[in-house]
């Protein structure tokens, strides 16, 4: 089992910059694949961004490739995202999901609650 929790949204203006982190309790944070999802008003759940397990490979949505980075910091049992260049189609709340030993497109079976990111025009 492990618990998530995100920090790190807020308003940003377009062209902007802002790093999610998303913390873990519980035992084993390097055996867990991870991922970004995003869900705006009267969207459904969007894949951003996964990592695997120790770090080596990294996936993105094209919509934020080359501007979004995904990390995994398993010393600290945070993951995080940073987001270049925002836009204000990128405005969602934010939720990371793990699993293991890897996690589908569509998520995994831990999910946190998520952290609200608003891009102003």
């Known amino acids: 089992q492990v618990q998530l929790a995100e920090t790190g949204g807020g308003l940003v203006q377009a062209g902007g910059s802002l790093r999610l982190a998303c913390t873990a309790s519980?035992?084993?944070?390097?055996?867990?694949?991870m991922g970004w999802w995003r869900q705006a008003p009267g969207k459904g759940r969007e894949f951003v961004a996964a990592i695997t397990r120790g770090g080596g490979t990294t996936t993105y949505a094209d919509t934020v490739k080359g501007r979004f980075t995904i990390s995994k910091d398993n010393t600290k049992n945070t993951l995080y995202l940073q987001m270049n260049n925002l836009k204000p189609e990128d405005t969602a709340v934010y939720l990371c999901?793990?699993?293991?030993?890897?996690?589908?497109?569509?998520?995994?079976?831990?999910w946190g609650q998520g952290t609200q990111v608003t891009v102003s025009a």
């Open positions: 519980g035992r084993a944070f390097d055996t867990y694949s």
């Open positions: 999901s793990a699993d293991r030993p890897t996690i589908a497109r569509t998520g995994g079976n831990f």
